[in-house]
């Protein structure tokens, strides 16, 4: 589990394609400290397992259902990606629960200027959206961020300057595909609801 607060920008070492799937080698510092095999770490929002860890790199494999459904198999050397580790019993949720489980990609369409803040907007699948709310709690990317409005096949969301600088966030993001996961509170809610919805199919 993981809380959505960056903490630090790694940069992709290196890419090698295995069978469906592809090693991803990342340059870091900070997720390092007590990095093991076996591990999770959080890239780009997306829970993967440290294979291995030497020096200042670590080393994750991302399956084919992983490449499938984010944005990691479009990743190249030079790359910068967010990272974070899981947080632990007892540590302080400053952001919001994520599972790492990426639902989908989305495209930053726009960004524009408002204040000392910048308001991005992220085209995203009506499969998404249907869980996206005002003012609910998205991932982008592994960021967590609050919806500031939601349109018919986009949404927004408003990035201070603290979340420009040490993520992966911001205006230059604009053209590019980023990974969603939307509120794991929304999923369960349907889930659990949807044997007390209207009947489906023929009524004899």
């Keep these: ?31 390092l400290e007590g990095l093991e095999v076996g591990d999770s770490v959080a890239v780009n929002g997306a829970c993967l397992t440290a294979v291995a860890v030497a020096g200042d790199r670590f080393a994750v494999d991302a399956v084919a259902e992983t490449l499938r459904r984010t944005t990691l198999g479009r990743l190249a050397v030079g790359d910068r990606v967010n990272l974070e580790r899981p947080m632990r019993l007892g540590d302080r949720l400053d952001g919001h629960l994520v599972q790492g489980h990426v639902d989908g990609t989305g495209v930053v369409r726009d960004a524009r200027a408002e204040g000392t803040s910048t308001v991005l907007e992220i085209a995203a699948p009506a499969a ?43 205006p230059q993001a604009v053209g590019r595909g980023v990974n969603l996961e939307v509120d794991v509170v929304a999923k369960y809610v349907e889930a659990l609801a949807a044997p007390y919805g209207p009947p489906t199919g023929d009524v004899a």
């Design 1 to 31: 589990m993981f809380t959505g607060l960056v903490e630090e920008g790694g940069t992709v070492a290196m890419v090698e394609p295995r069978d469906e799937g592809a090693r991803l080698v990342i340059a870091a510092t900070d997720v």
């Design 128 to 170: 998404l959206l249907r869980y996206v709310v005002e003012k609910g709690s998205i991932a982008v990317d592994g960021v967590s961020l609050t919806v500031a409005g939601r349109g018919a096949d986009a949404f927004t969301v408003a990035l201070i300057p603290h979340t420009m600088a040490v993520t992966t966030l911001g």
